[in-house]
């Protein structure tokens, strides 16, 4: 698989050097193409605010931004069915499947437990 969507919370984890940070970027750095909904943008420069730290531009760097062109009124209600999420939890899954309905072509990369959990259901590889 050469394409993952990525969730803002491994941009995070990479920009403030958490732990299991240089793990993820190995991950990462198996794939061709990321991907990931602009909504990641905003997530990202919010955690810069919270931790009081300038903006690093060079985050979303090598990011390919999805911009659905429609509702994703289907893959939301596809998404909520197999577990409870949060609003943007639930857009980053609902995006991936908006790129792959089937769930066999891109992967869903992310540490937050919940939304990993969601993706596997949705069917995709869920490497960490």
Same mark, same amino acid.
């Given at each position: 698989? !050469?394409?993952?969507? /990525? &969730? ?5 984890? /990479?920009?403030?050097? @958490? ?12 794939? @061709? ?7 990641? @943008?905003?997530?990202?420069?919010? *955690? ?20 659905? &062109?429609?509702?994703?009124?289907? @893959?939301? &209600? ?6 409870? /999420? ?12 908006? /790129?792959?309905?089937? !769930? ?7 540490? &937050?437990? *919940? ?14």
């Amino acid at each position: 698989m !050469a394409i993952a969507y /990525l &969730d803002s919370s491994c941009v995070v984890a /990479l920009a403030f050097a @958490e732990p299991g940070s240089r793990r993820l970027a190995a991950t990462l750095g198996r794939f @061709e193409r990321l991907l990931s909904s602009n909504l990641l @943008e905003a997530e990202v420069r919010a *955690a810069f605010v919270r931790e009081r730290v300038a903006a690093r531009t060079d985050v979303c760097a090598g990011l390919d931004w999805i911009l659905p &062109d429609r509702a994703l009124t289907l @893959e939301i &209600d596809r998404v909520a069915a197999l577990g409870g /999420l949060r609003g943007a939890d639930l857009w980053h899954v609902a995006c991936a499947l908006y /790129l792959d309905p089937t !769930a066999e072509d891109l992967a869903f990369v992310t540490l &937050d437990v *919940a939304q990993r959990r969601v993706a596997a259901a949705a069917g995709f590889a869920t490497p960490h």
